[in-house]
């Protein structure tokens, strides 16, 4: 059966408020829920059947709820996510802290909707940043720091010239993957739909069972698997016994740092810049790099000069985004003792916010798109941990309860192009 894709609706008649809706077509409903009784029927051992013999009917009837709610799940992580973000990118929406997924409408005879609704700026009127006055943080007149550099480069060099020709998945590195759904007959359950997706090879206890899948697994290999982990990434609340087909795309390797991909994340041309560029992660004021420092500054430079304006309610709903990041830390009590408490955290919320919205705008306005290259060059800066410092953004989180787990395809891009509009403001301010 061919199926109509999957939609996307904008609904901004409310002032301030944004309603987005990915809209799944009624025949896919109906063909998944097929699928998903058919496997439960293969499990069920209901009063009065054997087992595996308990009438499709009764499944489909007695089963609909169970069913649907854990279909609810799988689509947003299938469909859902990737088209809100490719959309809202395409449509170059600028939405004020977290979309929130407000409503799920899901049955047999309609289209499944998913809605969400997102805050918009108040105001935003940003002109001519590009001639802003601007004077970058200067690097420490240390030797020292160019010694660091040098040491880092060469360690890195050697790693690269015992590891390149290595060409299986290892522990550490980053792999980029299609998943999909099959049917009894090793099918693809929605035709031609797939999910791409990024994990990193994790260390740990938890990551054994995405060690079983990927490692030593070559690019382009095809693997048909019931892995009890990517299963619990497509559908965490239910045990959803479905089987899936996933075909290794590329891989990002640990062992070595690509100094080519820092080229390419930086628009860097000789050795020279590549040694300058490393100074200013290894160059510290009062415990903050330069490289921090200089984006900080040209992102104040922006806001100062344009008016910028975001809703209260995208405020408070920050600063519970920081607290909750604080509590996790021993010192938060500490913290929350102070007299200042409650400022330091609404000016650091309104600062973060600000940031956000500017980057976003500019990505829009000078049309900046994020490729593969620029993916891996992306996670190539996540491979040590001394040039994470150039991500000035949080990166999309990597763990689940402890457990390295997959990354959807958009909301890496949605992150990669953040950290490219920011290099291309420093790019052009200090020109």
């Given amino acids: 059966m061919k199926h109509k894709g999957v939609q996307f609706e904008i609904d901004c008649n409310t002032p301030g408020i944004c309603k987005c809706r990915v809209i799944i077509p009624q025949s896919v409903v109906q063909s998944f829920f097929k699928h998903a009784a058919q496997i439960q029927q293969l499990d ?21 709820k169970t069913i649907i709610n854990h279909m609810q799940e799988i689509f947003l992580k299938h ?16 939405v004020v802290g977290q979309l929130r997924l407000t409503e799920i409408s899901m049955d047999l005879d309609k289209d499944a909707v998913y809605t969400f609704e997102g805050l918009l700026p108040k105001e935003i009127y940003i002109q001519r940043w590009k001639t802003l006055p601007f004077k970058a943080t200067q690097r420490k007149k240390y030797r020292d ?58 260390d740990e206890e938890p990551d054994l069972t995405f060690h079983e899948l990927f490692l030593n697994k ?31 795309k590329d891989r990002l390797p640990f062992k070595y740092f690509s100094t080519e ?47 910028i304006l975001v809703p209260p309610s995208s405020v408070q709903a920050q600063k519970e985004v920081i607290i909750y990041e604080l509590q996790q830390k021993p010192d938060y009590t500490l913290y929350k003792m102070k007299s200042d408490f409650d400022d330091h955290i609404t000016t650091l919320a309104k600062k973060q916010l ?78």
């Fill in 44 to 64: 069920s051992d209901s009063h009065g059947f054997k087992k595996g013999a308990v009438p499709l009917d009764y499944i489909q009837v007695h089963y609909k």
């Fill in 79 to 94: 469909f859902v996510i990737d088209t809100l973000l490719e959309y809202i990118h395409k449509n170059k929406l600028l």
């Fill in 145 to 202: 720091i160019d010694n660091q550099v040098k040491s880092f480069l060469e360690e890195e060099e050697q790693q690269q010239l015992i590891y390149q020709a290595e060409d299986t998945v290892q522990i550490g590195d980053w792999v980029c993957f299609d998943a999909w759904i099959i049917d009894i007959d090793k099918k693809a359950l929605f035709q031609n739909k797939k999910s791409e997706l990024w994990l990193k090879i994790g």
């Fill in 218 to 248: 070559r690019i382009n290999e095809i693997i048909i698997t019931d892995n009890t982990s990517l299963r619990q990434y497509f559908c965490n609340s239910f045990d959803a016994p479905y089987t899936y087909a996933i075909q290794i």
């Fill in 261 to 307: 991909y820092l080229k390419h994340h930086f628009r860097l041309k000789s050795k020279k810049d590549v040694h300058n560029k490393l100074i200013e992660i290894f160059s510290f004021s009062s415990d903050v790099s330069q490289s921090r420092l200089t984006a900080d500054a040209a992102l104040n430079t922006i806001i100062k000069r344009n008016n």
């Fill in 354 to 431: 600000y940031e956000v919205v500017v980057t976003d705008y500019i990505a829009y306005t000078e049309n900046l798109t994020a490729s593969h290259d620029d993916i891996k060059a992306y996670f190539n800066l996540m491979q040590r941990t001394r040039t994470k410092e150039f991500l000035y953004f949080d990166p999309p989180s990597t763990q689940f309860e402890g457990q390295e787990a997959p990354i959807a395809l958009e909301s890496i891009k949605r992150a990669c192009v953040r950290e490219k509009a920011l290099n291309h403001i420093i790019y052009h301010l200090t020109k």
